[in-house]
């Protein structure tokens, strides 16, 4: 049952995961610049989650209940998938995402992104009740304005290719 949470909990991540002036939903989703959508397809699935020219996540039936703090960060939402739906709280520190923490099917999660020192995603740590992994991030391609398309990452001996298709204002 664990196994399976972690790979419910892997895929959601990058859906829940997703610099601008006034909201920081793109540092969510590790995109800069006018980002219009993105859309992110993993393991035969695909998420699209559009962005007003300010950089606010659009809320949608996958995404609602968005909650922002005074300075524009994204305190917390509702993400729907695969018919279940999750609360998820976002931590920040220095302007960075440092943590997420999501309830899913009667058990808690936190995701913690670990970043190198360009401020790219090398790796993501999941805590599900008690149990640690660490999902690495390989093998990038970025598009000409420094925003990543594709990604592998592997958990449990399970490697996976993310890619993403953005489009700007």
Sequence with gaps: MKKVMMMIALLAIPFAMQAQTKFHDLEVNDVKGPVKSITTTMMGMSRTIEFTEEGQMMPS????????????YLKSATM????????VKYK??????????FSMMGQEGTAS???????????????????????????????????WISRKSSMMGQDMVTTRTIIYY
């Design 92 to 101: 920040w520190e220095n302007g960075r995402l440092k943590s997420l923490t």
């Design 61 to 72: 039936s996958e995404i609602s209940n968005l909650m922002y703090d005074e300075d524009g």
């Design 113 to 147: 992104p670990n970043y190198d020192e360009k401020g790219v995603v090398v790796s993501e740590t999941i805590d599900m009740g008690g149990q640690k992994l660490e999902s690495p991030y390989t093998d990038y391609k970025f598009d000409d304005r420094g925003n």
């Design 80 to 87: 729907s998938m695969m018919g279940q739906s999750t609360d």
